[in-house]
């Protein structure tokens, strides 16, 4: 059975036939969806181009990876270099002393994020002028008040397009969306403007939001900064790739199946999945609106935990989001102390009972847990328990409507449905529309749930979970199937950082064994999932990793991952040396 075919058994819960039109989406919508893209073609200026190597999708199958190639080719001056390699704390330090202007800090990032999307197609839209005037703003405040505007003065963020952004489309991956253009920002990008950040590109997303990938039929897929023929991941998929590229000082994505951590997991750069309730959704375009089994949640990615930390604790602390959005918690974020590694107890998750780990995955927990126990970190190895409940839940809350906001949504123009749209609309109980009784159900069997997760960390003075973002690393586009290492953390609501371990798949040493080669597969899924490795096609894909903790744990979380990344020696702002 070919792979394609293996996928198509799979699907049987929606018979996708409401939802095309392609008579329709031809007249009237593709001319729409041309002029989208010649719109954005023109938004980039070309004297930040640089020329490529070879041909765009030559550099795909040879597996190019553009980050190395940054470097080497010394795509950018010595001084751009110097400010897209420092962190978004240490730029706001030397901004508030005068030793960098923001217009300088915006012209090297835009720089470098122009530059990443022509290798990795990151971008929906760049705004460089719009960006440059809210760069030259923050200097003449600084100028005639001799401070700074907020702890986010003169940062480039970036934030994922689905974010409403005032004046501009908000299309969130579907066709049908893009005569929406917002009246004004999402809660979001307004708090974050008044803390001084400068916004100038809104990245890519796949269609429908519930993909660990990032197609759609807007501008297509986003490939990885560190090999060209992998996805970036998704849904934050533009997020991952400018990231991990340094494109951006700070990313905004969201999270409601694994859409930050994946991202930033497979892209090469770090992610928060917060706790729900902290950061605010509000004014951002998704199907799941309403939907409060699961929600989704916004939060960052970055290079540092220190502006993982920054960009939370301005936002929560500065921003109060309760102000904007009723259903924010006023929860202040606190300070906690970083932990020294005797002080540590981590839980270890090294196969969900679902979906058996690649080799460099299970390399990378490896030697992870055996740096950190020679650090003197108190490791548990566990077994997660009743993972096939969780993962049958949580997929069945993801549809409880019957995918009718999908349906709405994508037949409206009739847009051709994506090979991983098909498979989550086949998600839970799909076309099926769930009654209340059954879907109250559904959340006991999630509080009981959380309940017993919880109950194992008091019981064994756990103060983390450490687990495989993915079976795998950074997959080929639209061949990315079982999110259940990330999703339970969903269904939990548990803060998780997706960190980086260091380390890069291998060809030589990331084989299958023998024994593995004996293995008998647990179901349909796994098999579809590992016999997609195969070691010569994810050469230098970033091995990274996930930290987990207590529901309104983020500080705890954070604390701890600097404790590891710091015990691993990972330094992603030192990539050129």
Request: charged fraction near 25%; hydrophobic fraction near 35%.
């Amino acid at each position: 059975m070919t792979k394609q075919s293996a996928y198509q058994t799979l699907l049987t819960n929606d018979p996708i036939d409401n939802y095309e039109d392609p008579e329709r989406y031809q007249k009237e919508w593709l001319p729409k969806v041309e002029a989208y893209r010649k719109a954005r073609e023109a938004s980039i200026p070309k004297d930040l181009k640089v020329e490529l190597p070879k041909d765009r999708s030559e550099l795909i199958q040879e597996q190019f990876n553009p980050l190395a190639y940054l470097y080497d080719a010394k795509l950018l001056t010595p001084e751009e270099f110097a400010i897209t390699d420092s962190s978004g704390v240490e730029l706001v330090n030397k901004m508030s002393k005068g030793e960098l202007t923001a217009v300088q800090v915006f012209n090297a990032f835009a720089k470098r994020a122009v530059i990443c999307n022509q290798f990795t197609n990151c971008a929906m839209e760049f705004f460089l002028e719009e960006g440059l005037k809210q760069a030259e703003a923050r200097d003449q405040y600084f100028k005639e008040n001799g401070k700074i505007v907020g702890p986010l003065h003169g940062l480039p963020i970036s934030l994922k397009e689905h974010i409403a952004y005032k004046g501009r489309i908000t299309n969130a991956g579907y066709v049908s969306l893009l005569d929406n253009v917002s009246e004004e920002h999402a809660v979001t990008p307004k708090i974050l403007e008044k803390l001084g950040a400068v916004f100038y590109v809104r990245t890519n997303q796949p269609q429908t939001l519930m993909h660990l990938d990032g197609n759609n039929n807007l501008i297509g897929n986003t490939q990885n900064p560190h090999n060209l023929l992998l996805s970036s991941g998704g849904s934050s998929s533009g997020e991952g790739a400018i990231t991990g590229f340094g494109g951006s000082v700070i990313g905004v994505g969201s999270d409601i199946g694994g859409s930050i951590r994946a991202p930033a997991a497979y892209s090469g750069s770090i992610g928060l999945r917060p706790t729900t309730r902290r950061i605010s959704g509000f004014g951002s375009i998704s199907s799941q609106k309403g939907q409060e089994s699961v929600p989704g949640v916004a939060g960052p990615l970055a290079r540092t935990v220190e502006d993982i930390e920054l960009w939370m604790k301005s936002y929560i602390n500065e921003g109060k989001p309760w102000n904007y959005d009723h259903w924010s918690l006023p929860l202040q974020w606190r300070d906690v102390t970083q932990p020294k590694p005797t002080e540590i107890t981590i839980a270890v998750i090294r196969d969900d009972g679902l979906v058996r780990v690649t080799p460099p995955i299970r390399r990378g927990l490896e030697e992870t847990v055996n740096k950190l126990k020679a650090a003197g970190v108190k490791i548990i190895e566990w077994t997660p328990p009743r993972t096939q409940l969780a993962y049958e839940t949580v997929h069945k809350m993801y549809s409880a409507d019957g995918n009718a906001a999908q349906r709405k949504l994508l037949a409206a123009s009739g847009e051709p449905i994506t090979k991983l749209t098909r498979w989550s609309l086949n998600y839970g109980q799909g076309a099926r529309d769930i009654p209340a009784s059954e879907n109250r159900n559904l959340n006991v069997i999630r509080d009981d749930l959380r309940h017993e997760y919880s109950q194992f960390l008091t019981e064994n003075n756990v103060d983390a979970i450490l687990s495989p973002v993915y079976s795998n690393v950074a997959p080929h586009s639209e061949e990315v199937y079982g999110w259940s290492y990330t999703s339970l953390f969903n269904l939990l609501d548990f803060p998780t950082l997706a960190f980086q371990t260091g380390l890069y798949q291998d060809p030589k040493v990331d084989k299958w064994t023998e024994e593995d080669l004996k293995y008998k597969y647990r179901n349909d899924i796994e098999k579809l999932e590992n016999e997609n490795y195969h070691p010569d096609e994810f050469v230098g894909a970033p091995i990274g990793l996930q930290l987990s903790g207590r529901r309104y744990f983020d500080e705890e979380v954070c604390a701890i991952g600097k404790t590891i990344i710091q015990t691993l020696g990972v330094d992603l702002l030192k990539q050129s040396k």
